[in-house]
């Protein structure tokens, strides 16, 4: 069965430093989602990718926070300098993308990346 | 604006009992989806169930059901004889047409507990 994959699964660092999440989407999915998720609540979006294009990044801090999709299959997701309050779990979805961007459409996620600033 | 609200927190209940867990959800759309995720320890999403706003059939998945009424905003999930297996935060998801395309909302979720 066709998955998420995201590396790594964990990761300690400390503030300042900068830290960098992978996602591979599952094969032939257009649409491509990062959240990121605070210990006991849902997950939040931070930014929406189209192939390459970005469709909304309304929610990312662009001081600390980069994405990108260069070739619109995997997607890395940046943080320099990590704060404390980054310390989350990210999570990355992708869905079919139709003709309307991300169309109602189920997201599937993968495992997500534990981060931890110390 | 949306919003979706999972009043339980926690529930705790005891192997083989009937749980119901509750989702509100508020949206000025005509059209919109709603989504069910489960989100064991392992932290990974698992997607349920997604129903569109037009389609207010009930729906039966094993020992999984789904009630979905739009005059109270309400998409209920019921777990039929719970196992501990099925132990988890569960996320009730709410999407609709957004200005950059899908605007996807989760509620806080509800943490279950099936105690053996």
């Known amino acids: 069965e066709a998955e998420v994959a995201q590396s790594p699964r964990y990761k300690i660092t400390e503030k300042s430093q900068a830290v960098a999440f992978w996602c591979d989407p599952i094969?032939?999915?257009?649409?491509l989602y990062w959240y990121r998720q605070i210990l006991g609540q849902g997950p939040e979006l931070l930014v929406q990718?189209?192939?390459?294009?970005?469709?909304?990044d309304s929610q990312l801090p662009k001081d600390r926070f980069s994405a990108e999709r260069l070739k619109g299959v995997d997607s890395t997701l940046k943080i320099q300098p990590a704060e404390l309050g980054d310390s989350a779990m990210y999570l990355c979805?992708?869905?079919?993308?139709?003709?309307?961007?991300?169309?109602?459409?189920?997201?599937?996620f993968g495992p997500g990346t534990r981060l931890l600033v110390l | 604006a949306q919003k979706v609200t999972q009043a339980q927190t926690e529930i705790s209940v005891v192997e083989k009992e009937d749980v119901t867990l509750d989702c509100v959800y508020e949206t000025r759309d005509t059209t919109y989806y709603l989504f069910w995720y489960k989100q064991p320890p392992s932290g990974e999403l698992v997607f349920l169930i997604r129903?569109?706003?037009?389609?207010?059939q009930n729906e039966i998945s094993g020992r999984y059901s789904w009630n979905f009424q739009k005059s109270t905003s309400s998409f209920n999930f019921t777990i039929t004889a719970s196992q501990v297996v099925d132990s988890a935060v569960y996320f009730c998801?709410?999407?609709?047409?957004?200005?950059?395309?899908?605007?996807?909302?989760f509620g806080p979720g509800t943490r279950l507990s099936v105690l053996p």
């Open positions: 990718f189209q192939d390459e294009s970005v469709v909304d």
């Open positions: 094969s032939g999915h257009a649409t």
């Open positions: 979805a992708s869905s079919l993308g139709g003709t309307y961007v991300g169309g109602y459409e189920t997201q599937y």
């Open positions: 129903r569109n706003s037009f389609d207010e």
């Open positions: 998801a709410l999407s609709e047409a957004g200005d950059y395309g899908q605007n996807f909302v």
